[in-house]
């Protein structure tokens, strides 16, 4: 069931289900617009999350290439600029120098086959 919050949200990508692999990171640009701002859509614990790759430290991007997002442990996505950890479940960040705010969360829902993004 759409509600109302549901149709004013705006589609911005689509990933195939089966494309989004466990423990990966995917980046995909915003279309339209002039900050040139991307998503990251990691998979973790069968859960597919979508941020927008800027760091609520300073906006930087948390990275430049998704396969570099995750900590050593894999249990964490990690800003490049001064190591900020993100719990991919929340995008809270757990330690750092932005301790306690959060990435941009995305909403993610599946249809069929697909991972659609909007926000
Ligand atoms: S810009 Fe991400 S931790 Fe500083």
């Known amino acids: 069931m759409k509600t109302d919050c549901d149709t ?14 466990e423990g990966k990171a995917y980046s ?9 701002l991307e998503v990251i859509v990691v998979k973790y614990l069968g859960n597919v999350r979508a941020w927008i790759n ?5 906006g930087r991007p948390l990275c ?6 995750w900590d050593t442990s894999g249990k ?6 001064h190591q900020a950890l993100f719990d991919p479940k929340t ?8 301790t306690g705010d959060s990435l941009f ?11 659609i993004l909007r926000i």
Do not use: A, W
Not at 8 to 21: D, F, P, T, Y
Not at 54 to 58: A, E, I, M, N
Not at 64 to 69: A, I, K, L, N, Q
Not at 105 to 115: A, F, K, L, P, T
């Open 91 to 98: 995008g809270m960040c757990t330690d750092g120098p932005c």
């Open 54 to 58: 800027s760091c609520p430290h300073d």
């Open 76 to 81: 964490f996505l990690e800003c490049m600029n």
């Open 28 to 36: 995909l640009k915003i279309p339209e617009n002039k900050d040139d």
């Open 8 to 21: 004013m949200q705006k589609e911005i990508g689509r990933l195939l289900v089966n494309e989004i692999k």
């Open 105 to 115: 969360r995305i909403d993610v829902s599946h249809e069929g086959r697909e991972i």
């Open 64 to 69: 430049r290439d998704p396969d570099y997002v």
